[in-house]
């Protein structure tokens, strides 16, 4: 029998965006349904998509601003996840957008409301292609950021505090804009990139694992850029929150700065970490001998059910330790964390049943002329 992936959620849940039926917090890991394989998931403000690694998407939750491109759904939301598009290389959301990289063509698709430029098409733009393959696509609250094959970045949206730093033609005596409303390069990164993350309002950008350059746009809030590490040579993940940046490192250790005056970054007597899921403001780990661990802000169940769990705070802040999470069938082949939304992905032999909403019908599915 082949081996198929089994996606569990728990956590914020009331627009459906676990691909559960809309309830206010599920704080238990809840199966949702199987996929042939599952490469990446991102989750916006109350919405999610799953890619597999065939280029299908599925969406769960909000919809109505469109956020999910499925507009021609009577309901402003999707409570179980549906397949929106194909041919898709990646994906990310904003609060209120999604966008889409072509895996042939390389075009960008968005969908949404456009507060700060977040949909990167201008008056007098009516379409974008990236000029080369995109290797990573990250998206802050307000701000997508792309890395080519080449080392470069491109980004838009907001670009108040510079986290999309200043276009290529630019001199670095010029203030930056306060948004870029279409997909510009961004200059002055004196290394070639390979990874980047976005928190609420800043992107850090990685180089070569084996030199460990890296770079922070946006302010020094919260110490952000006035603390970080010389290098961060042998990382082997990246994430952020809001506020906080995380750097996970071959040898499984994990180290963390910025905010701190919530909860602490890094839990003291951490076990060796193998992967890693960063979420808006929670953490989820799973460790070399593979139990899953959470902490951070959980209030909404993202990390886990925390009754009897000694030290809470009564925010559900998981502070100074963490919570081990069960209740997952199979081996945790993948994890990943949105706006307070926790998803584990598992490898499974076992049949279980799947929603019926497999598609979208064809009356309902997104126009071509998509942003």
């Known amino acids: 029998m082949p081996v198929r992936h089994a996606l569990y959620a728990f956590g914020s849940n009331d627009e459906g ?4 039926t809309p309830c206010k917090i599920v704080d238990t890991p809840t199966f949702v349904r199987q996929f042939d394989d599952i490469k990446t998931i991102r989750g916006g403000g109350n919405h999610t998509v799953a890619l597999g690694n065939l280029g299908s998407v599925w969406g769960a939750g909000q919809n ?11 309901n402003n ?58 290797v990573d696509f990250v998206a802050g609250h307000w701000h ?14 907001r670009n108040r505090y510079g986290q999309l730093g200043l276009s290529a033609t630019e001199g670095s005596e010029v203030v930056p804009p306060a948004q870029y409303s279409t997909p510009t390069k961004i200059g002055g990164i004196p290394f070639s990139v390979t990874r980047a993350i976005c928190g609420k309002e800043f ?44 750097v996970l490192f071959e040898d499984g250790t994990l180290h963390g700065w910025g905010k701190v005056n919530q909860w602490k970054l890094i839990p003291p007597g951490l076990p060796r970490i ?28 993202n990390c886990g059910d925390l009754k009897g769990l000694e030290g809470i705070k009564p925010s559900g802040v998981v502070s100074g330790l963490w919570n081990e999470i069960k209740g997952i069938e199979g081996k945790i082949v993948k994890v990943a964390a949105g706006y307070a ?26 126009a071509e002329n998509a942003r």
């Not at 109505?64 to 009577?74: E, H, N, Y």
């Not at 966008?99 to 990167?120: M, N, R, S």
């Not at 792309?146 to 949206?157: C, I, P, R, Y």
């Not at 992967?275 to 902490?295: M, P």
Request: proline share 2%; aromatic share 10%; hydrophobic share 40%.
């Open 341 to 366: 939304t926790s998803f584990v992905v598992a490898e499974t032999q076992q049949e279980t049943a799947t929603f019926v909403h497999e598609e979208l019908s064809q009356e309902d599915e997104p």
């Open 17 to 20: 965006e676990l691909g559960l």
């Open 203 to 246: 992107t850090y950008l990685v180089g070569d694992s084996a030199t460990g350059e890296h770079k922070i746009l946006g302010r020094d809030q919260h110490k952000l850029i006035s603390s970080m590490p010389d290098h961060v040579r042998g990382w082997k993940d990246i994430g952020a929150t809001w506020h906080a940046i995380f």
């Open 64 to 74: 109505s601003k469109d956020q999910l491109g499925a507009g021609g759904l009577q």
């Open 144 to 157: 997508y950021v792309a890395v080519l094959d080449n080392g470069d970045v491109w980004g838009w949206g």
């Open 77 to 134: 939301r999707l409570v179980a996840f549906t397949k929106l598009r194909q041919d898709v290389f990646t994906c990310a959301a904003t609060s209120d957008t999604t966008a889409f990289v072509d895996g042939k063509t390389w075009q960008l698709h968005t969908y949404g409301i456009d507060q700060f430029g977040e949909l990167g098409c201008a008056e007098n733009l009516s379409s974008f292609a990236f000029p080369r393959p995109v």
């Open 274 to 301: 193998a992967q890693i899921a960063v979420g808006t403001e929670h953490i989820l780990a799973v460790t070399n001998d593979e139990r899953l661990l959470s902490w951070g802000w959980g209030f909404h169940g």
